[in-house]
């Protein structure tokens, strides 16, 4: 293999599909990127068993091959190269990278070793706006488990009916979920993809107002954009119904001001984030909500002023979910639901109420 291309073009390229070679492994294939050079390009591919990603770019082939190089120290060599043109060199045992004046090797496996990645999934489909995917994915991946003792809860829910669509993510703690609009799809579907392909996702798309058309056949999910091809595998098994989990009324309703709320919780968290929990407190009386937490560091006690319908409420919380679902919100108020203080509570925007956050409080020695 003997090929040339632009350093920046490369670099862009490996960094993308980097993200799919495996970190923990018995086989040392799936720690490399693979390097194809045919035609009048070079396309990189990386994959894991889980998720795959093939990224091509242009180059002048001189002589085409496929060679597979350590992914991170490949990557990391050539995000230094960015500003020159590179020659890569290999014939099967050691690769050749010409850049300037200089030259460095690299030992390589052959291609033959890496696992076929099946590109052709397209029995099924839906098709969206690019920005509304990007947001459902950054509005609720952050709420997926990122522990093994349930698989399934480390992917979002994507279910389609007619032209709706709601993603949901819950770790056992808390949930997210956001509803919208599909612009078509072959049907109504029921999928559930891990949090890190998503993210993936999120990072590969572009930030314009077109469309994102995301295939599924046979427990996979295929995304292309801009000569980028992601596909994954799906998760298997009965996703937790949301419904059996968000309270259908309410005691107690807070409508409060978000970025004063942030910026005390954020106050108070300082002082308790070596906890575990790290555990804030809001008595939710009168015409505000008093957000204290307290630890051998010092304590905090700030009042926030809002308007409050309903019985009066003690209840403690991790203040980085209270964070995290506040952060999610885009209104000036939100609206904060309570029952009491060992039940569940949702967060949503005052007006647009596509987004809710259900948070489970912690039982403290005063509640349980």
């Not at 009965?238 to 978000?258: A, H, M």
Request: aromatic share 6%.
């Amino acid at each position: 293999m003997k090929c040339v291309c632009e350093g920046i073009d490369l670099s862009d390229a490996v960094l993308k599909v980097v993200k799919a070679c495996s970190s923990k492994t018995t086989v040392p294939v799936l720690e490399c990127v693979k390097i194809s050079a045919k035609n009048d390009g070079i396309t990189l591919s990386a994959t894991d068993g889980e998720i795959s990603i093939i990224k091509k770019i242009k180059a002048e082939v001189y002589e085409e091959g496929d060679v597979c190089v350590p992914g991170r120290y490949f990557s990391d060599f050539i995000k230094k190269l960015e500003g020159v043109q590179i020659t890569l060199v290999a014939d099967g045992r050691k690769m050749d990278i010409t850049y300037a004046d200089s030259q460095t090797s690299m030992m390589v496996l052959p291609a033959d070793d890496f696992p076929k990645i099946d590109t052709q999934i397209n029995e099924n489909s839906f098709t969206l706006k690019t920005a509304d995917l990007k947001r459902f994915i950054l509005s609720t991946s952050f709420c997926c488990a990122t522990d093994d003792s349930r698989p399934i809860l480390k992917g979002c829910q994507f279910l389609i009916e007619g032209d709706g669509i709601c993603v949901t993510a819950l770790d056992g703690f808390r949930l997210a979920t956001v509803s919208g609009k599909i612009t078509s799809g072959t049907g109504n579907m029921n999928i559930v993809c891990p949090a890190r392909t998503l993210n993936e996702i999120e990072k590969m798309l572009p930030d314009d107002d077109g469309e994102t058309t995301v295939f599924v056949q046979r427990g996979m999910i295929l995304v292309s954009s801009d000569n980028t091809v992601l596909t994954s595998r799906l998760y298997g098994g009965d996703f937790i119904k949301k419904e059996n989990i968000i309270p259908r009324s309410f005691v107690t309703t807070v409508k409060v001001n978000k970025n004063l709320l942030k910026a005390s919780i954020e106050r108070a968290a300082i002082l308790v984030r070596s906890d575990k929990n790290s555990l804030i407190i809001f008595d939710i009386a009168g015409e505000k909500v008093e957000i204290s937490s307290a630890s051998e560091i010092g304590n905090v006690q700030e009042p926030v002023k809002a308007e409050i319908n309903g019985k009066d409420v003690k209840i403690a919380m991790n203040s980085k979910f209270i964070i995290d679902a506040v952060n999610a919100l885009d209104e000036d108020d939100i609206v904060l639901s309570f029952n009491n203080q060992v039940q569940p509570f949702i967060c949503q925007n005052e007006k647009n109420k596509d987004n809710l956050y259900l948070i489970l409080p912690v039982r403290t020695s005063n509640n349980a």
